[in-house]
C-alpha cells in the first residue's frame, strides 16, 4: 500500500463527497475548539469524530494506525505541562516534593492535549479518505485556487513517502561507513540531527529540481489550463458543511449549558 493513499471504502457516504467540501467541513468543525480550554469540548468533539469515521469509510484499526502519532503528542503536552506548569490553581491531588500535581493544572493539560486530538482527527480523515489529485483538482475548480499552487501542493504532497525511504537510506549509507551510535543517548541524537539536516537539504535541492521541472513545462506562463476531471460541488457537500456547523455549534452550546466552557481570551 502507498503511504498516505486514500483507504476509504469508496461507496461510504462521506468518502464520495467534494474534497473542498471535506476540507472545508473539517475547518469550520475544528474552528470553536480552538477557542476554549475546556475539555469537555474537544471530548464531545472527539467523541463525534469516531461515530462519524464508519461514514468516512475508514475502519478504526486504520484510523489508529495514521493517528497514533497525535495520541503521543497529546500524552506529551499533558505529561509536560503536568510536571512543568508555571501557574499551579486549584485543589493539589499528587504531592510528591517538588512535583504537584492539582486539578487546575491537570484540566489545563487534559484540555490542550484532547484539543490538539479533536482538532487534528478530521484532517486524518479527510485526507484517508481524499486522493491527492481530485483535492488538488477540487482546489482549482471549487475554490478558484490557483493552478501553480495547487498542482505544487501536489507535487510536494506526492513526494512526502521519498523522505522516510531516504531516511532510511541515509542511515544504511552511514552505518555502511561505520559511523553508528550503538547504544550511547548522546552519539544517537547527534547522527538524528546530522541525518535531518542531511534530509533538509535533500529535500531543499528535490524541490528546486522540481520547480524548475514545473517552470519548464509552463506551470508559470498564465495561460488558463483545463481539467480532465471534473469535481462537482452538489447538495450533499453544502449539506456536509452546514452539518459541520451544526454539529459544532450544539458542541459549544452543550459546554455552556453544562458550565464547563472556558474561553481562551477572556
Known amino acids: 500500500m502507498i503511504p498516505y493513499a486514500p483507504v476509504a471504502a469508496p461507496a461510504a457516504p462521506l468518502a464520495r463527497r467534494n474534497p473542498v467540501a471535506k476540507l472545508a467541513a473539517a475547518l469550520l468543525f475544528s474552528l470553536p475548539l480552538l477557542a476554549t480550554l475546556d475539555p469537555v469540548v474537544p471530548a464531545l468533539a472527539i467523541a463525534v469524530e469516531l461515530a462519524v469515521a464508519p461514514l468516512f469509510g475508514v475502519p478504526y484499526r486504520l484510523l489508529a494506525r495514521r493517528a497514533w502519532p497525535l495520541l503521543l503528542s497529546a500524552l506529551g503536552i499533558l505529561v509536560t505541562l503536568t510536571l512543568f506548569a508555571a501557574e499551579r490553581t486549584g485543589d493539589p491531588l499528587v504531592a510528591a516534593g517538588p512535583l504537584v500535581v492539582t486539578t487546575g493544572v491537570l484540566g489545563t493539560g487534559l484540555g490542550l492535549g484532547l484539543r490538539l486530538l479533536a482538532v487534528a482527527l478530521p484532517g486524518v480523515l479527510v485526507f484517508a ?11 482549482v475548480q471549487n475554490a478558484k485556487a490557483s493552478p501553480r499552487f495547487a498542482i505544487g501542493a501536489l507535487a510536494a504532497f506526492r513526494l512526502v513517502p521519498l523522505l522516510a525511504e531516504e ?9 555502511a561507513r561505520g559511523v553508528d551510535a550503538g547504544r550511547h543517548p548522546v552519539a544517537r541524537l547527534r547522527i538524528f540531527g546530522s541525518t535531518a539536516f542531511a534530509l533538509l537539504v535533500g529535500a531543499i535541492r528535490r524541490g528546486t529540481r522540481l520547480a524548475t521541472a514545473m517552470d519548464a513545462r509552463g506551470f508559470d506562463s498564465g495561460v488558463p489550463r483545463t481539467s480532465a476531471r471534473r469535481q462537482r460541488f452538489t447538495r450533499a457537500d453544502t449539506a456536509l458543511l452546514v452539518g459541520a456547523v451544526l454539529v459544532a455549534a450544539g458542541i ?5 449549558a453544562l458550565g464547563t466552557y472556558r474561553p481562551l481570551i477572556r
Open 129 to 139: 479518505t481524499t486522493d491527492p489529485t481530485d483535492l488538488a483538482d477540487a482546489l
Open 167 to 175: 531516511w532510511r537510506m541515509i542511515s544504511m549509507a552511514r552505518r
Open 252 to 256: 459549544l452550546v452543550t459546554s455552556v
